[in-house]
């Protein structure tokens, strides 16, 4: 990995599992890294975990419910009153649920927090990683290539998403039998349609986006409210988080990376997205439909 020393990135999903490890690699390497948690109790957890493991990490807390708009648009304020740049944006966090659950938005909270949050943060922090794109980092960035200098990152977890199509019709699982294996998949297909039009959108601005497929990770909480046979076998047979966030630290840090854009990766390969997720029509209607529940013009 390339050292980022003088680059700020942020890490939803920080307080544990992926999100974690992946915070821990990028303050290894030299970031400031904002820890992103539900709560500043969280958040302030997480930071010591971080710390227990790279003792000189640069770390800020910050607090967002991601499932509710109002708290996204809240920390993402308070990111820029802070910081006025932005040299990658992690989006790890995610959630799996048993029952339909409803936010004070009146979105399905599945849909909300995995699909709703990654289109918000990032469209709001967008200034800030287009002007890290043109400044570069700071001056202790020296040894950083000319090519990783003129790049910020945003790099979303997603997976591979199988037969997974996106039901325009229901994208919030409310008609019919809700489960975790009829909400869940098609926001991972979101993800991955939402990072493409990033891509598209951001060409020629220095800002690139890829989305990762990490596989299974063990003894992660995402998981929790899930049990049952899918969690044993993740815990049984998925890598270590620590593993697991390899190819996301790559996309976020690598010089290899620097000019590769709106692509699927695991293992540091990128992956075909078959059916919908090459479907360019399909990821414009999922954009103006998350532009419509976010309120944007």
């Known amino acids: ?16 599992g992926l999100g974690q490890a992946v915070a821990t690699g990028l303050a290894r390497e030299g970031a400031l890294v904002v820890v992103v948690g539900r709560t ?11 710390r227990r493991l790279v003792p000189a990490a640069l770390l800020e807390p910050l607090a967002c419910d991601l499932s509710v708009q109002s708290s996204v648009r809240t920390a993402a304020a308070e990111f820029l009153s ?9 989006n790890a966090a995610g959630v799996f649920r048993k029952e339909r659950q409803v936010t ?14 990654y289109f918000l943060l990032t469209s709001l922090l967008l200034g800030a990683l287009q002007k890290a794109a043109v400044t570069g980092p700071e001056s202790r960035t020296a040894d950083r290539s000319a090519a990783a200098q003129r790049t910020s990152r945003i790099v979303n977890i997603a997976s591979k998403y199988g037969n997974t199509r996106l039901n325009f019709d229901d994208l919030q699982t409310a008609k019919g ?19 493409q039009e990033f891509a598209e959108r951001l060409q020629g601005t220095g800002v690139v986006a ?3 497929h990490p596989g299974l990770v063990k003894n992660t909480s995402l998981l929790q409210d899930v049990g049952g046979p899918f969690r044993w076998v993740t815990n049984a ?41 090459s479907d360019a029509e399909a990821r414009k209607r999922l954009w103006d439909a998350c532009s419509r529940l976010a309120g944007q013009p």
Do not use: C, Q
């Open 104 to 117: 004070p938005d009146g979105l399905e909270l599945t849909f909300a927090t995995n699909v709703m949050a």
């Open 82 to 90: 802070r910081h006025d740049r932005l040299d990658v944006l992690v």
């Open 237 to 277: 047979f998925g890598a270590p988080a620590e593993k697991a966030a390899d190819t996301a630290l790559w996309l976020a840090t690598s010089t290899e990376a620097a000019a590769v854009s709106g692509k699927l990766w695991a293992k540091r390969t990128e992956l075909p997205t078959p059916g919908m997720g």
């Open 210 to 212: 890829n989305a990762v």
């Open 1 to 16: 990995m390339a050292s980022m020393d003088g680059t700020v990135v942020m890490v939803t999903g920080a307080a544990s």
């Open 40 to 50: 500043t109790a969280r958040a302030d957890e997480a930071m010591k975990d971080i």
């Open 177 to 195: 039998r809700y489960s975790y294996l009829r909400s869940t998949p098609p926001t991972m297909l979101a993800r991955v349609l939402l990072t």
